[in-house]
């Protein structure tokens, strides 16, 4: 990605991630153009940058109006990371700046290729994304759907843009509820789980900061696992010794329904990620 130009038009959890993962990677920051809304907001994220920070191009729109229109008007690249409800007021207000040949890309829920392809006047080169939080950490998974002008080229570009925070994979849009249900909104339920074992550890006798660190490490450490060999019925199954104390445990939320509910939560998950699209990509 030699001599191109990436701007994030908002630097909020996930965009502001992706900047520092892209930085982190070894990108040159003085192609790089970030814009915030508050001057505050800008002063911390060049604080946050150390030395990157005084090479990066941010502006406030606090302090200057139109701080998106400078960032992407020489940017080959350009990240929309402010939230679902804003995405297609911010699309509207660079389309008249950003490049024809650039390729926009929105990491917000909620957001479809048509509607942000409109807001941009048509033509344009969009992607969706549907991030998670773990790319804070580097181990995110970064669905993304691609609209039909976007080159081979900058398929690549955006790909490795990403990469830096994680794992992308490319989905066909209509999947992307889906995905919310499976990858966006997934770190919660691990979290959940994490919760509900360390309340369960409190009742079965144990002090709540030490139910609560066995609970929180057990879960990271069966995530770092995962990460490595991503077959999770292979490694369940071989922590179950026949007739033990883990088969005993596993079958007791197995016949409690864990599937079932799981499927559940998932299909309520979907369905307000289907009705969100709806509502802001209208």
Known sequence: MSNKVVAFCGTGSMNGAILSGLLASGFDASAVRATTHSQDSADQLKKSLGDNGEKVQILASETESDANAQAVADADVV??????????????????????????????????????????????????????????????????????????????????????????????????????????????????????????????????????????????????????DQDAESLRKAVMSPNGTTERGVQAFIDGGQFELTEKGMRACAERSAEMTEEFSK
């Open 79 to 228: 990240l929309l990371g402010v939230k679902p409800y804003g995405i297609v007021e911010l699309a509207q207000e660079i389309a008249e700046h950003v490049r024809k040949d650039a390729v926009v890309i929105s990491v917000a829920a909620g957001i479809n290729l048509d509607a942000l392809t409109r807001a941009l006047n048509g033509g344009q080169p969009v992607v969706r994304c549907m991030p998670n939080t773990p790319s804070k950490v580097g181990k995110g998974v970064l669905a993304i759907s691609v609209g039909e002008h976007v080159s081979d080229e900058q398929r690549k570009d955006v790909t490795e843009i990403l990469s830096s925070v994680g794992e992308v994979i490319e989905v066909e849009e209509y999947q992307m509820d889906a995905v919310v249900a499976v990858s966006g909104s997934g770190p919660a339920y691990a979290y959940l789980l994490a919760e509900s074992m360390a309340d369960a550890g409190v009742k079965l006798g144990l002090d709540e900061a030490t139910a609560k660190k066995l609970a929180s490490l057990t879960v990271a450490g069966a995530g770092a696992m995962l990460f490595e």
